[in-house]
């Protein structure tokens, strides 16, 4: 006799920052294929009440990623496998934490104080901590001066503070007198380091003012910087110099030139999207100086800029093929790169990519399941009103068309012969004029 399938022996291949790719073996179906497997991935400490579930249709399947994760946060999955008779007990639960990532916000209420000619103190809050990502180890403090006779700023300097409070701050000390600097902070977890804060140019007190009260320099303020002699700086130079600083948020080492030829890019097709699944098959372009070491999936929203993606999935060599579970429903832009021990290929054709809602699908059919006993009764009750009334109507019609008929036909007569005689056994009914019918 048929039964349902055999738990499944699920384990973690991959963890990164933003996907957990797992996989599993066959298991013996019961004596009947198995049609669907279904996973459930949660919170650690919620409950699998709120977990997200979806079901992939592909009963050849062995592994798949699940992408759109939070990096360093703890989830729970398990899996079923179902075949015509039912679902299969659940499979081992595994615990996944999923890696750091660098932060995503900058340092907020960056704050810029000028305390004597040669200082100006930097105060700044942590970023959100939905954007932090991970533990916050340090911060890198940039700064540098600016020389409004040329217009052009002058080499960086550096600092590095641990971050261990709320409300940071540091001293920035052997600055000129009454010169302009541009201060930039970062957030850095063990996985990277995080956007910059910027701040308008300030500028440390003159020699000659000393005592004066020094004036505090916020990153939201529009009148950013002390008042000073025109002849220091004009305001035209100080409004295009806190530009230029603005947009001065990263630093990175220029790219080497590759002069060897890297792999061309694959082509991305969509085998299908059902609900959260997405079934992606790509063709390898042409390799280049050196053999293929694999691929990666850049995934990102449809509104969002590439420099902004959200989640990155590597693939071996010789894998042309993957199945990927999007846990929060939305359009999605994707794109593929091959690489290899000479560079990376360029960015492959972009897919737009819709997934439906993976989470409530099988809560919507749960649902369904456990008040259908009353839509039936509702429906049911529907159906025979609905045949009842499509009996009495036409006969209620029926018998108001024969009686109109007849009371015109008696009229008629009457008119045209004054009686009408009736036959009945036993005697004659006669009709006269406006008088009731009498017995004869």
Not at 23 to 35: A, C, K, M, N, S
Not at 275 to 288: K, N
């Amino acid at each position: 006799m048929p039964v349902r399938p055999n738990p499944i022996k699920v384990e973690i291949r991959e963890v990164k920052e933003r996907t957990v790719t797992v996989r599993w073996t066959h298991v013996f179906d019961g004596g009947r294929p198995i049609t669907t497997y279904r996973i459930d991935l949660k919170n650690k400490q919620a409950s699998w009440d709120t977990a997200v579930k979806t079901e992939v249709y592909n009963p050849e399947l062995t592994q798949l990623t699940l992408v759109d994760l939070r990096p360093a946060k703890t989830y729970s999955l398990r899996m079923f496998a179902l075949n015509s008779v039912g679902m299969s007990e659940p499979s081992n639960v595994l615990t996944i934490m999923t890696k750091e990532a660098a932060p995503e916000g900058p340092p907020l209420d960056m704050q810029l104080e000028p305390l004597s000619p040669y200082s100006i103190k930097v105060s700044w809050k942590p970023p959100r901590p939905d954007q932090r990502n991970g533990v916050l180890r340090s911060y890198s403090i940039s700064y540098r001066e600016y020389d409004p006779d040329g217009r052009q700023f002058k080499r960086w300097q550096h600092l590095s503070v641990t971050a261990t409070r709320e409300v940071e701050s540091v001293l920035l000390s052997n600055l000129k007198p009454s010169a302009f600097y541009g201060v930039l902070i970062q957030a850095k977890t063990n996985a990277g380091i995080g956007p910059a804060s910027t701040a308008p140019l300030c500028s440390t007190l003159n020699e000659v003012q000393k005592t004066s009260t020094p004036s505090t320099i916020r990153s939201t303020s529009t009148a950013a910087t002390r008042t000073q002699d025109s002849s220091s700086l004009n305001p035209p130079h100080r409004t295009s110099t806190a530009e230029v600083v603005t947009a001065a948020t990263v630093w990175r080492e220029e790219t080497t030139t590759v002069t060897t030829v890297p792999p061309d890019p694959p082509v991305v097709e969509i085998v299908e999207v059902k609900g959260g699944t997405i079934s992606l098959l790509w063709t390898p372009g042409f390799e280049g100086d050196s053999p293929i070491t694999g691929f990666y999936l850049e995934y990102k929203a449809a509104n969002a800029s590439w420099d902004y993606r959200k989640t990155v999935v590597d693939f071996s060599p010789d894998q042309t093929e993957a199945t990927i579970i999007e846990i929060n429903p939305s359009t999605y832009n994707i794109r593929m790169f091959a690489k290899s021990s000479v560079g990376i290929s360029k960015a492959s054709n972009i897919l737009t990519i819709t997934t439906g809602e993976p989470g409530h699908k099988s809560d919507d059919r749960l649902t369904t399941v456990s008040t259908d006993t009353h839509a039936a009764a509702s429906t049911d009750e529907g159906h025979s009103g609905g045949k009842l009334a499509a009996i009495v109507l036409p006969v209620v019609l029926v018998v108001l068309i024969v009686a109109i008929a007849t009371a015109w036909q008696l009229r008629r007569m009457k008119q045209k012969n004054g009686s009408l005689n009736m036959w009945r056994p036993g005697g004659v009914l006669r009709y006269k004029g406006a008088e009731s019918l009498q017995e004869l």
